[in-house]
């Protein structure tokens, strides 16, 4: 099977879109996220996407399916929140390693399944490493600024334990994404050198960052430059951006990427900003319409979808990436 480096070089590669937004879908409600497992847990677990992975595992498989039927060519585990620092909203640290193993299991399965029908197309499977719930390099209480929630070594440790699980699942990627600290970021970076040296692995990074808002930077502070030069010390295969912006506010952001960086460049918007109830208004056709500029103009090596986006979504971008030559890259070494 060809390696994902060369594959980058021949063509814009398709991640995939919205787990959230596809598993609003089935309407599950707090049964339904229990199954009978988790039956008598005390504590409400409606809301634990992650979690369906253990108990609603049909619908996980589902999903990435019709991801990679839209023309996907990587899939990300169902694990966003699968640390033991997120997780212990419900009170299910212990469940850590188990729901990233299961994940990056379900998901593998399915691509491989795909991979065998045409070769030609090897598919992927991206473990999912989101960004906590707390930040290492900001306080959340505005009275004692130096406080911190998390440490560094909390992160580092509960990111190797994610870490560790996606790769055992069977996960060929990681990607380190929605990154709005960067210190968290580096902790998991981190944990994931360690987690190489120990296995004496090669395992490809993508790491994602997050632009808040117009002010094109970071909820930490940085600006797209200053996010690129902060974790240019690691070997990744992309640097990119995700999340909190639709398509066109990102131009400018994956412009300065594109020019500073000798890596692949990625990018997975939302579909659109989110109107008053929450919910992502923008169209296929809307949205890719929006990537072509991306693709004018040689920004990216990946695109995919965020918050809102549907195998919808994901189809209009691969039927016109797959016109387009990815942008050049020079060296990936």
Not at 77 to 85: A, D, G, Q, V, W
Not at 93 to 104: C, K, T
Not at 144 to 150: K, L, N, S
Not at 298 to 320: R, Y
Request: hydrophobic share 40%.
């Amino acid at each position: 099977m060809k390696d994902i480096n060369q594959i980058l070089q021949d063509r814009v590669l398709i991640l995939d879109g919205a787990m959230g937004t596809m598993l609003q879908r089935y309407k599950f409600t707090e049964e339904d996220f229990r199954g009978e497992r988790f039956k008598e847990w005390s504590h409400p677990l409606q809301g634990n996407n992650d979690l369906l992975s253990l108990t609603q595992p049909e619908a996980i498989a589902i999903i990435h399916s019709k991801f990679f039927e839209a023309g996907a060519d990587i899939i990300e585990t169902n694990t966003f929140s699968s640390t033991t620092i997120a997780m212990a909203d419900y009170h299910m640290e212990d469940l850590v390693y188990e729901l990233n193993y299961e994940s990056a299991k379900i998901a593998k399965k399915v691509a491989d399944e795909f991979t065998a029908r045409n070769p030609e197309k090897p598919r992927f499977v991206a473990g999912s490493i989101g960004p906590t719930n707390k930040t290492a390099s900001m306080s959340p209480d505005v009275n004692d600024p130096g406080f911190r929630a998390v440490s560094f070594d909390e992160l580092r440790i509960a990111y190797k334990l994610q870490v560790e699980a996606l790769l055992d699942g069977g996960s060929d990627l990681l990607l380190v994404e929605t990154i709005f600290d960067t210190l968290n970021a580096k902790a998991a970076l981190f944990a994931i050198e360690e987690v190489k040296e120990e296995r004496n692995l090669d395992v490809p990074i993508m790491v994602s960052g997050t632009i808040t808002d117009a002010s094109g930077r970071t909820l930490s502070g940085q600006t797209a430059e200053a996010f690129l030069i902060s974790i240019s010390h690691i070997p990744v295969l992309s640097v990119g951006f995700n999340c909190a912006l639709g398509a066109n506010q990102l131009v400018p952001h994956l412009e300065v990427l594109s020019a500073k960086t000798e890596r692949a460049v990625s990018a997975h918007p939302n579909a659109g900003l989110p109107n008053a109830f929450g919910e992502y208004d923008e169209t296929p056709e809307q949205m890719a319409s929006q990537i072509k500029e991306y693709l004018d103009k040689g920004l990216v090596n990946i695109v995919g979808g965020c918050c809102g986006t549907t195998p919808e979504h994901i189809k209009a971008m691969s039927d016109l990436a797959k016109d387009y030559k990815p942008r050049n890259l020079v060296s990936l070494a």
